[in-house]
């Protein structure tokens, strides 16, 4: 089965760095557009970056020049560097894959950005 699982998540200080990982299974994550989501306790859920095929990128402005969306073809992986990490940046972070006209998601990993 298509399984996607975030990990790297953690506490980190205002200005810091946490790099995520999504471990994609049961599919070649390669051939799809990946991305990366999140959501706040309270708020929408977010598109955060997203990377093609061909791995063209895009950011939300709320993280754009800080986030960094890449991926490994031969090892199934998506990665999201964060660096300088802002407190509003604090959510459960979410890999997502598109197949046709559904989507697949992982479990979440929770960033917790504080002092």
């Known amino acids: 089965q298509v399984q996607l699982v975030e990990s790297g998540g953690g506490l980190v200080q205002p200005g810091g760095s946490l790099r995520l990982s999504c471990a994609a299974s049961?599919?070649?994550?390669?051939?799809?557009?990946m991305n990366w989501y999140r959501q706040a306790p309270g708020k929408q859920r977010e598109l955060v970056a997203a990377?093609?095929?061909?791995?063209?990128?895009n950011y939300a402005d709320s993280v754009k020049g800080r986030f960094t969306i890449s991926r490994d073809g031969a090892k199934n992986m998506v990665y999201l560097q964060m660096n300088s990490l802002k407190p509003e940046d604090t959510a459960v972070y979410y890999c997502?894959?598109?197949?046709?006209?559904?989507?697949?998601w992982g479990q979440g990993t929770q960033v917790t950005v504080s002092s």
């Open positions: 997502n894959l598109g197949v046709n006209r559904y989507d697949y």
């Open positions: 049961g599919i070649i994550s390669s051939m799809y557009k």
């Open positions: 990377i093609t095929r061909g791995g063209t990128t």
